[in-house]
């Protein structure tokens, strides 16, 4: 049975969220220091993002409990979901967090993962119906611009994308900000940085083929081909894209490469670094079921891509709680997959 988001697995993982989104330590900072003056706590540091073990996986567990708020209004924790946001998204922690990113020394901060979650929660915010949600989008607003402008001195400079399965995927931080661009348009700004988006994707993206998808490696939580793919079946128009993902993986309809159609192995949940092969057996099916969906019904390529979907995610949901080196984060990219 494929498996989908329910109101009872929603639930579950909103309180899982809950629990690390101000639980400050244990902490891994990605943390300049420019003099004494910079040796701090976490929550000294980012009094908003200080929980879940690290910066971006405090902004995604944010977004994770509003998306999931947004889908299940009814959700049992629906009121300390409210709380917790309330009582950290304001003017004054806004402006802190501002102040930090903006520091000479922190132009790369969490470039470009970090970046991308924090403009996907932006556009979360904007999406829902609260009463709260317009006064904390509004006072998001600075936060969200500041990461804006990073992006748009960022893309230009960015002779090539990073294909790497990591933080430093280019791929995946442009899907979801190509998502936070055409959500709502307010403007020339959020036009302008789109076009960026699609403009960049194609100059890295365009002419590869017969992707060889040797992956994956000891500590990915993406897949490279597959995250490549979904960027640009977002930015290519249908009949484009198709043409495009035939060139590039020429082969799914007979199952290759074989690896992407295996569930990844994951020998020790308690390391933080091979735990991410959880991470990629559900940001796989995500992918898969994504670009499945855009492929015409009947196609081979389809039954193979949603097949395989299945089986990720089979191999993973179960151990998105557990232990704290996943638990801080897996139920976001469980959410993607589920929903896909």
């Given at each position: 049975m494929t498996a989908r988001l329910t109101p009872a697995i929603a639930s579950t993982f909103a309180n899982l969220a809950l629990a690390h989104l101000t639980r400050e330590y244990p902490n891994r900072l990605a943390h300049a220091l420019a003099g004494p003056q910079d040796v701090?706590?976490?929550?000294?540091?980012?009094?908003?993002?200080?929980?879940?073990?690290?910066?971006?996986?405090?902004?995604?567990?944010y977004w994770l409990v509003l998306h999931l708020l947004e889908r299940f209004p009814d959700l049992p924790e629906a009121a300390r979901i409210v709380a917790v946001v309330d009582a950290h998204f304001t003017d004054a922690n806004v402006a802190r967090e501002c102040a930090y990113v903006?520091?000479?020394?922190?132009?790369?901060?969490?470039?470009?993962?970090?970046?991308?979650?924090?403009?996907?929660?932006?556009?979360?915010?904007?999406?829902?119906?609260?009463?709260?949600?317009?006064?904390?989008?509004?006072?998001?607003?600075?936060?969200?611009?500041?990461?804006?402008a990073r992006f748009e001195a960022f893309l230009?400079?960015?002779?090539?994308?990073?294909?790497?399965?990591?933080?430093?995927?280019?791929?995946?931080?442009?899907?979801?900000?190509?998502?936070?661009?055409?959500?709502?348009?307010?403007?020339?700004?959020?036009?302008?940085?789109?076009?960026?988006?699609?403009e960049t994707a194609t100059r890295w993206h365009r002419d590869d083929a017969g992707c060889q998808a040797w992956e994956p490696s000891g500590d990915e939580f993406?897949?490279?081909?597959?995250?490549?793919?979904?960027?640009?079946?977002?930015?290519?128009?249908?009949?484009?894209?198709?043409r495009w993902f035939a060139r590039f993986l020429p082969d799914i309809a007979r199952g290759e490469p074989a690896t992407l159609f295996e569930p990844a192995t994951v020998s020790d949940r308690s390391d933080g670094k091979i735990a991410h092969l959880d991470g990629l057996n559900l940001s796989r099916a995500w992918c898969q079921r994504s670009i499945a969906r855009a492929l015409p019904e009947g196609d081979a390529r389809r039954a193979r891509l949603?097949?395989?979907?299945?089986?990720?995610?089979?191999?993973?949901?179960?151990?998105?709680?557990?232990?704290?080196?996943?638990?801080?984060?897996?139920a976001t990219f469980a959410t993607l997959a589920l929903e896909a």
């Open positions: 701090r706590s976490p929550r000294a540091l980012h009094p908003i993002f200080y929980g879940s073990y690290d910066w971006h996986s405090c902004v995604h567990g903006d520091l000479p020394h922190n132009r790369g901060f969490e470039r470009p993962y970090g970046w991308a979650w924090l403009l996907a929660l932006a556009a979360q915010l904007e999406r829902l119906t609260l009463p709260q949600a317009a006064r904390w989008a509004a006072t998001f607003a600075p936060l969200a611009d500041a990461f804006v230009p400079m960015a002779t090539y994308p990073v294909r790497v399965g990591t933080h430093f995927n280019t791929a995946f931080a442009l899907s979801l900000v190509l998502d936070f661009a055409r959500h709502k348009p307010v403007g020339q700004r959020r036009e302008r940085l789109a076009a960026l988006i699609v993406l897949s490279p081909a597959l995250m490549e793919a979904e960027l640009m079946r977002r930015v290519l128009a249908p009949d484009a894209f198709e949603l097949d395989a979907a299945d089986k990720h995610i089979d191999s993973a949901l179960a151990h998105v709680a557990g232990d704290y080196m996943g638990e801080h984060w897996l």
